[in-house]
């Protein structure tokens, strides 16, 4: 259905009904109630004016599902599912428009109108390519013409701050006597140290708006009041900022804004966000919500049987910027994950509490995987992250040995992954010097030498415009340690225009990173703005993605290629050149269901009086899972936007609307594999079965 530059109403998508759709509403006016035109629909099903089966078998899941009563796990509320029996209504006029909004009857009327047409308006490789183009990375030359620029504005104005600091403890204050220009020379050279744009990170609305050259509008400067006062908090460094372009002209910024811009939902919401993932949510003695026991405290997050989540007490409970649709703003809310510096330093009893959570490592039979992320773990200072590899390297160790003393098929399983979760080479790249590297190397050698196989920085690069020349030499240290980068994607709404993943994924190719999971953003209220429907997700990989896409001989090659060449950034680049495809399709696009892991594995059961699509998800069956899954319900999940207002915000953002009208076509997923990098190795023993800190009955 072409979109028109107004405001559909009503009466205008009862008209698309009555004369594309004349069975459907004569089946309805000849009803008596909802019961009768649902049977007279399925009955209709099975005719032969019916030339899309799917699109019939998704008809047919909304006339089975129609008035249940279903738990959305999301809100924890019960939701009346009232899709069809509504559709009757409206088609005979025994509801009113204030009841119902138009963004329920546009996607109903385009599930109907598929159950006359199989879909072939599917883009071709030579779209695709040309959505790509629309998208410079920060390599380009221009966007860097712009950005320069940037840096010298920002870096005048970090002049006068400096000038005006009280701090005299400060390492950066000017000397005595030195004129304007040489202030400047002081200012370029510390650009590249990471301390110093942590020290002088912008945290207020006003200083913003300066370094944006006034740039803001008075609403978004009232809504950043309105947070101040709610505590929210702010905190942007300068490198960060100099990606913006506020000038009107080149490049398009959105994916970057729409990480540092706050909407209103997210202000207003602030203060009573609920964890979405709730086995984040740890009560003493308690399992969480994925059946899991875990130290008291909020410095294990465990999901699945064999990978859990340390989040250190040290700086590692920051980042380098709030990111506006974080997963983990519910604990900046609560200050567990806060700017507070000085504060989060390590004190004298956190290395005793090191030893207490390693040991819950050591002594788990199924852990083999350890993601040490935050807040973000390359803040931490290089003193501590060493230190909190070397507890990981010990106890490592320790279990290994402790397995020599076991019998075959009651070992535990040992550590064989260790990942580094971090937006710093994206934030702040500076902070990957050449004392980290040696702390990456030293440990790498250390733990290859004990049975760990992999070990990975996993990043989150947004834009293409988000790696820039300091990205690129972050990336490249990083393999040059030898560790693998991998990345996730988290899918909002400027994220999702047409191309501008898959131009992502080129761009981090050709220097050598992987990508891991495209993230569809969680479905809370406070993420309204930035939040992109699941069925654009899928589009993307069924539209998109699929350029890229490889069949199992290529996959085999490609990993045999990873795993042979020292030289990352060549070999994946040579690979997508030979094969002629743009880049290697290595991601997974999912949704982290609370307590039960991330999928992508759902039907759609209904759709909500405003609009908003009710899925049904399954969990991923290709992994292990806490056991809790086979005691749990199934996952109803209800999206925080419409369809139709989705596509009203692309049409806002300069995008043609009709390039995405495929999109109602997606109604139902399946997760897709994984790539076998991203595969456990095999152990070189049997594991026991037994699983241990499970708060629950085994079966």
């Given at each position: ?26 089946l309805a006016a000849e009803s008596r ?330 002594n788990d039979t199924q852990l083999r ?155 809370f209220e406070e993420n309204h703005a ?170």
């Amino acid at each position: 259905m072409k979109q028109k530059n107004k405001m559909l109403s009503h009466k205008d998508v009862k008209t698309l009904f009555e004369t594309r759709l004349t069975q459907l509403t004569s089946l309805a006016a000849e009803s008596r109630n909802e019961t009768i035109f649902k049977n007279k629909l399925n009955d209709y099903l099975l005719s032969a004016h019916i030339k899309n089966p799917i699109a019939a078998k998704n008809i047919a899941r909304l006339i089975e599902n129609d008035s249940k009563t279903i738990y959305e796990l999301s809100t924890e509320k019960e939701i009346e599912i009232k899709t069809i029996s509504l559709l009757w209504q409206f088609l005979t006029n025994r509801i009113t428009d204030e009841e119902t909004s138009v963004d329920l009857w546009l996607d109903l009327y385009q599930q109907f109108l598929r159950l006359y047409h199989v879909p072939n308006n599917i883009p071709n490789e030579k779209q695709i390519r040309q959505w790509m183009k629309r998208w410079p990375g920060g390599l380009n030359e221009d966007v860097r013409a712009i950005r320069n620029a940037n840096k010298e504005r920002i870096i005048s104005l970090l002049i006068k701050k400096i000038e005006n600091r009280h701090a005299p403890s400060s390492r950066y204050v000017f000397p005595e006597g030195i004129n304007d220009e040489e202030k400047r020379q002081w200012v370029n050279q510390w650009w590249n140290e990471a301390r110093f744009h942590l020290a002088l990170a912008i945290k207020s609305p006003t200083e913003l708006n300066k370094m944006l050259g006034n740039s803001l509008s008075e609403e978004t400067m009232q809504l950043y009041q309105q947070a101040r006062k709610k505590r929210m908090p702010f905190f942007i460094t300068p490198y960060y900022l100099s990606l913006l372009n506020p000038t009107g002209k080149g490049y398009d910024d959105a994916a970057i804004r729409s990480y540092i811009l706050y909407s209103p939902q997210l202000i207003n919401t602030y203060g009573k966000i609920h964890a979405w993932e709730k086995e984040d949510v740890v009560e003493a003695g308690k399992p969480n919500a994925a059946g899991w026991l875990v130290p008291d405290g909020h410095n294990i997050h465990r999901r699945y049987p064999e990978v859990a989540i340390l989040i250190p007490d040290s700086m590692g409970r920051a980042c380098g910027g709030l990111c506006a649709s974080c997963q983990r703003m519910y604990d900046f809310q609560s200050e567990r994950l806060n700017f507070n510096f000085e504060e989060l330093k390590p004190k004298e009893s956190w290395d005793k509490r090191l030893r207490k959570l390693m040991e819950y490592f050591e002594n788990d039979t199924q852990l083999r995987d350890i993601l040490i992320t935050g807040g973000d773990a390359l803040m931490s200072q290089n003193k501590t992250l060493r230190n909190i590899l070397e507890a990981v390297y010990k106890m490592a160790v320790r279990k290994r040995n402790a397995n020599l003393k076991r019998p075959e098929g009651e070992k535990y399983a040992e550590l064989q992954r260790v990942r580094l979760g971090s937006r710093l080479p994206v934030y702040l790249p500076m902070r990957i010097n050449e004392e980290l590297m040696d702390i990456l190397k030293e440990f790498k050698t250390k733990a290859s030498a004990i049975g760990i196989k992999q070990f990975l920085i996993q990043t989150h690069f947004q834009t293409p415009l988000e790696v820039t020349p300091e990205a690129q030499e972050a990336i490249r240290k990083i393999l040059a340690a030898g560790w693998t980068i991998t990345n996730q994607l988290v899918y909002n709404v400027a994220a999702s225009r047409r191309g501008h993943t898959a131009k992502l994924r080129k761009v981090l190719n050709e220097l050598g990173v992987i990508c891991y999971y495209t993230f569809s953003v969680k479905g809370f209220e406070e993420n309204h703005a930035v939040f992109t429907p699941n069925s654009r997700s899928l589009q993307e990989q069924h539209e998109e993605k699929i350029l890229g896409k490889l069949n199992k001989e290529d996959e085999t090659e490609f990993l045999t290629l990873l795993r042979s060449n020292n030289d990352r950034a060549t070999a994946v680049k040579k690979f997508y050149t030979e094969k002629n495809i743009p880049f290697v399709a290595t991601d997974r696009s999912v949704l982290n269901l609370p307590g039960i892991g991330k999928s992508m594995t759902f039907v759609m059961v209904g759709i909500t009086p405003d609009g908003k699509r009710i899925l049904e998800f399954d969990h991923d069956h290709t992994r292990k899972h806490s056991p809790i899954i086979h005691q749990m319900e199934k996952v109803f999940i209800k999206e925080n936007k419409s369809i139709y207002q989705y596509m009203l915000q692309l049409r806002e953002m300069g995008e043609n609307p009709e390039e995405y009208n495929s999109i109602w076509n997606y109604t139902e997923g399946e997760t897709e594999p994984r790539f076998p990098l991203y595969n456990y190795p095999d152990a070189e023993f049997k594991i026991t079965e037994t699983y241990s800190n499970l708060g629950m009955e085994q079966e």
